[in-house]
Structure formats: C-alpha cells, structure tokens
C-alpha cells in the first residue's frame, strides 16, 4: 500500500476508528498488552500507535514510546494520554515505520499491533523493530493474516484489490513478517473473532 494512501485512509478513519475497527481489534490489543506487562518493565516501543487505544493498559512500571504515520491519529493518541494522565507514555511522535529514529538496540519489547498488513514495504517495517529491540527482547504482533482455505479465505481474496479504501490488506500473508533472519517465533495462536486475528511473538538472538 501506498504511504499517501495510508495517510489518507487513517485521515479517514481517525474520528470513527475507536468505536468500529477498533472495537473489533480489541481482543488483541489487550492480549499484546498483557503480554508486554508480563515482561520485566523497560523500554516498550508501540509501532503504529494509532489513537493510542492500548496505551491506558500498559503497566505504570513500562516506558512507553509509540509512533505513527497519522498525525490525525496521534492527535487523538495525545488527548487520550493528557486525559487519562498516562504518565507512562513518555513520548508520542510522528515516523515512518520503514525509517525508525532510534539507535540500535535501544527497546526490550516493540509491539505492532493491527499495522503490518497496512504499511508500506512490511518486510523493512520487520526488519526496523528487529534493528531497535535488543538482542533477547521480543517482537509482539497482532494482526490479521491470510487463510489458505475455507470461505472466509475466498472473501479476502475478493477484498484485496480494495485494500487502499479498506485501510489494510485481507490477503496479508503470514510469511511478509517471518523472513527476518536474527528472529525466532516464540508463540503464535488465533484469536477471537473466529479465528481471524493472530497473535505472533518473536524473539531476537541474542547474538543479533
């Protein structure tokens, strides 16, 4: 997908995005968190932060960065910070996810959640939070991916050439995101609603 046509979908979506895709990204937007908070602390980094809908569940002991495309978004991301005085989020800025301002090595845990299927180039979006986190850290992505068979595999398919409009690709293959050569998969299982959205946690070596 596009960058342009990224910022121009979640320009789009920003005002109505918390109570109808986010709604239905919930489930795994909570299981990401609660496996972040189950780490010992540090530096958490949430790529594609969005209107900031996981920030409230993030422990008060994480240091919490998150970072989007959208400007519309972390405007609604910011005043969600300044409301609920979520003193762990110690910054929200606007980066491209292919080109993160980081140094190397610099996050126990970096967090993606319902974006790899939505940006541009994946496979460097990968790539980039295995470059920040630290060797031993883990990558935590929910998102939805692919069906091989089945109905539902048929109509994502028949979605796909609408994925500019939509927002997000429905033929997202699973493989875009485990090419990475210094990561490991630690656990992956489906959740809720039927199955359509995955929950994937990768390590990186420690040599990396």
Same mark, same amino acid.
């Given at each position: @997908?596009?960058? %342009?046509?990224?910022?121009?979908?979640?320009?789009?979506?920003? +005002?109505?995005?918390?109570?109808?895709?986010?709604?239905?990204?919930?489930?795994?937007?909570?299981?990401?968190?609660?496996?972040?908070?189950?780490?010992?602390?540090?530096?958490?980094?949430?790529?594609?932060?969005?209107?900031?809908?996981?920030?409230?569940?993030?422990?008060?002991?994480?240091?919490?960065?998150? #970072?989007?495309?959208?400007?519309? @978004?972390?405007?609604?991301?910011?005043?969600?910070? =300044?409301?609920?005085?979520?003193?762990?989020?110690?910054?929200?800025?606007?980066?491209?996810? =292919?080109?993160?301002?980081?140094?190397?090595?610099?996050?126990?845990?970096?967090?993606?959640?319902?974006?790899?299927?939505?940006?541009?180039?994946?496979?460097?979006?990968?790539?980039?939070?295995?470059?920040?986190?630290?060797?031993?850290?883990?990558?935590?992505?929910? %998102?939805?991916?692919?069906?091989?068979?089945? #109905?539902?595999?048929?109509?994502? =398919?028949?979605?796909?050439?609408?994925?500019?409009?939509?927002?997000?690709?429905?033929?997202?293959?699973?493989?875009?995101?485990?090419?990475?050569?210094?990561?490991?998969?630690?656990?992956?299982?489906?959740? +809720?609603?039927?199955? @359509?959205?995955?929950?994937?946690?990768?390590?990186?070596?420690?040599?990396?």
């Amino acid at each position: @997908m596009d960058i %342009n046509a990224v910022k121009t979908s979640y320009a789009r979506w920003a +005002p109505v995005y918390d109570k109808t895709f986010g709604a239905i990204t919930n489930v795994g937007r909570r299981r990401s968190v609660a496996y972040v908070n189950q780490r010992s602390g540090g530096k958490v980094l949430e790529v594609g932060v969005g209107t900031g809908m996981a920030l409230p569940f993030y422990d008060a002991r994480m240091s919490v960065t998150g #970072i989007d495309f959208s400007d519309d @978004m972390l405007e609604k991301a910011r005043i969600k910070v =300044r409301k609920k005085e979520l003193t762990h989020v110690k910054s929200l800025q606007q980066m491209d996810a =292919r080109n993160l301002d980081f140094p190397d090595n610099h996050f126990d845990t970096v967090a993606a959640m319902h974006i790899v299927s939505v940006v541009p180039e994946p496979e460097r979006v990968v790539s980039e939070m295995a470059r920040v986190c630290k060797p031993g850290g883990h990558i935590v992505i929910t %998102n939805h991916f692919a069906r091989d068979k089945g #109905i539902l595999a048929a109509i994502e =398919r028949l979605s796909a050439p609408f994925s500019s409009l939509l927002g997000w690709h429905s033929d997202f293959d699973v493989s875009t995101v485990l090419g990475e050569p210094c990561l490991s998969v630690v656990e992956r299982k489906s959740l +809720p609603p039927m199955g @359509m959205m995955t929950f994937l946690v990768l390590e990186k070596a420690q040599a990396a």
